[in-house]
Each structure stands twice: as C-alpha cells, then as structure tokens.
C-alpha cells in the first residue's frame, strides 16, 4: 500500500501547506480544568502571540476567554501576499505558521489600540472608546519607532491623539497600524506618489532593515525610484546625551544588514535606480503647509526638515 510522503526526500525542510487537527476518542474523555478567568494580551509581537500559543498547548487546561487587542489585527491579516510586505518579516512566526494555528478562531481579537489601563477596576480602554475587562493582563507591545513621537507628531493613521501631538496626512511611521491601508494602491497617498505627470517626492527615513523593506514595497506599487529620497541618519543620534544606551543600541535600532558591504552594494543599486541617498542627517523637524496653502483635496501637506552632520 502506498504511503502518503514516501517519494519525499529525507533532506526536504519544506512544510507541508496544510495545518492537521484531529480529535481522538481519548482526547474526548480526557477530563479538561477549565479556566474562565479573562486575559487580555496587548500587541501581537511574537512574544504576544507565543504566549498565547503556549496557553492554547496546555492540554490539561481549556482557557475560555482569551482576548488578543492588537492594533492592526493579526500581522498576516494584511498580507495577501509575501511581495505585498512593506516591512521585516518576523523570524519567530511566518504568516503560514500564523494561519495554521487559527487563532482567530479559538480566541477573541480586537483590531484596536489600548489608549488607557483602568487599573483600580481592571479595565482597557479602546481607541473607539470599547472597555475590556480583564483579570489578567499582559503587554507585550514590543519595541515601536519613537522618532515622530519625540517631535511630538503621530503618525496618521493613529487616533485619537493628545491635545499637545499633531498628525499630518502623509506622515507614516513603520509602526503605523493602517500602514498598509494608507498605502494601498488604490488610496490617494499611493495614487500620487505613483502618478507619473506629478512626481511626488517620497522620504524614507531610518537605517534598520525595515527602510529597505519599506522601499521594495513602495518600487513594486509602482513609485518611481527617482521620486525616493532615502535619509540615513546616524544611528545615536536621537538618545538622548542623559543617557547611556550604547550597550543596547544593537537591539533597539540595529543596522539594516550585518555586513557594511552588502549594505554599500544595496545602496548602489537604489541610487543606479535614481534614488536619491543622504547619509549622516538628523529629523529635526516636520513642517505643515498653512491654512491658506491647500492642496486640491483639501487636506495639509507636509514635509521633513533635514539637517546633515
């Protein structure tokens, strides 16, 4: 009789494409303790997500009421496709992985952002003004891109935002949750950054490996190299002179690639592309159009204020 996978080579690595799941008659009289306390996970960082799987794997334990806030959704909910990625992949969960553990389906989650901890009566408050209650709580956000932050601008698909904190339309962080929505081709932003007669200027800044994702994802919706300006400032240059994080540097802002000359060699193809690339420059600023200087839809303009060092 044939067996199924016997013309499979012992050296093929290669995952199957299909998740199994099966349910036996001793999985059916096994007795489960069931735990119906609420925990609630904030951000689907991999230690998020991990930590989740690892509360599903208990096979003595049934947890009923688990609930994922992540702002976003799920990371593989936006991506149809591996090309349609606009920033690093993770290394610990690939969207394959992701989908075969069918979280969406055996716990609760919210496409939300946690704005408040109501920590006297165990509560989270929601962006769109939702309260969840919880028992147990953990937040595993992760490392999030502060640059906009320290110039007191968000970026603009996060709302509500504070009285003080101004948000431009066409100012994105690679943290932004609707990032890919802003992005979509068939969204205003990309249409003018794609239409040809115009030439919309486009500026990526930042040095981690999540810039160059960000450029492959703009040149395969159809930006004009030549319209990309690429400014890499240096990679201290927004700690503060209090304090001493040179030991964490490698962590909280690694360099794109490991080795400068890959780095060099990429940098040459970009600019042979017609990018354009300033090194050594720091954000110091984000300037908004007036009020009486409108673009045709009727939204501020915005754009970077640079200084090279």
């Known amino acids: 009789m044939p ?3 016997s013309e499979r080579k012992a050296d093929d690595e290669t995952e199957s494409p299909f998740a199994l799941c099966f349910t036996s008659k001793k999985l059916l009289s096994e007795s489960k303790i ?13 230690t998020g997500i991990s930590f ?19 702002p976003g959704g799920l990371p593989h909910h936006n991506l149809p496709t591996k090309k349609s990625n606009l920033k690093t992949q993770s290394t610990s969960y690939t969207n394959e992985e992701l989908q ?9 989650v919210l496409n939300a952002r946690m704005t408040d901890i109501d920590r006297s009566d165990k509560n989270v408050i929601l962006d769109d003004g939702r309260v969840v209650p919880y028992d147990t709580l953990i937040l595993t956000m992760g490392i999030q891109e502060k640059t906009l932050d320290s110039l007191k601008f968000a970026s603009w698909g996060i709302s509500p935002v504070p009285a003080d904190i101004r948000r431009c339309r066409g100012v994105l962080s690679i943290d932004d949750p609707h990032l890919y929505d802003s ?11 794609t239409d040809r007669r115009r030439g919309t200027k486009c500026v990526v800044y930042g040095r981690t490996l999540n810039s160059y994702a960000l450029i492959q994802g703009l040149l395969d919706r159809g930006v004009q190299a030549k319209n990309i300006i690429i400014a890499i400032p240096r990679r201290d240059c927004h700690v503060n002179e209090d304090e001493d994080l040179n030991d964490e540097l490698d962590y909280i802002y690694p360099n794109a690639f490991e080795d400068s000359d890959l780095e060099t060699r990429m940098q040459a193809v970009l600019e042979a592309k017609g990018a354009t690339i300033i090194k050594e420059c720091k954000l110091i600023e984000v300037i908004s159009d007036k009020d009486k200087n409108i673009d045709s839809q009727g939204t501020k303009s915005s754009s970077p204020s640079l200084h090279q060092e």
């Open 3 to 5: 067996v199924d996978g």
């Open 34 to 46: 069931v735990k119906n306390a609420r925990i609630v996970v904030i951000g689907a960082s991999d």
């Open 52 to 70: 989740v799987e690892a509360l599903l794997t208990i096979t003595y334990l049934h947890f009923t009421n688990i609930t994922l806030i992540a």
């Open 100 to 108: 075969k553990l069918m979280l969406e389906s055996r716990i609760t």
């Open 183 to 193: 992005l979509n081709v068939e969204k205003p932003l990309m249409q003018k950054l």
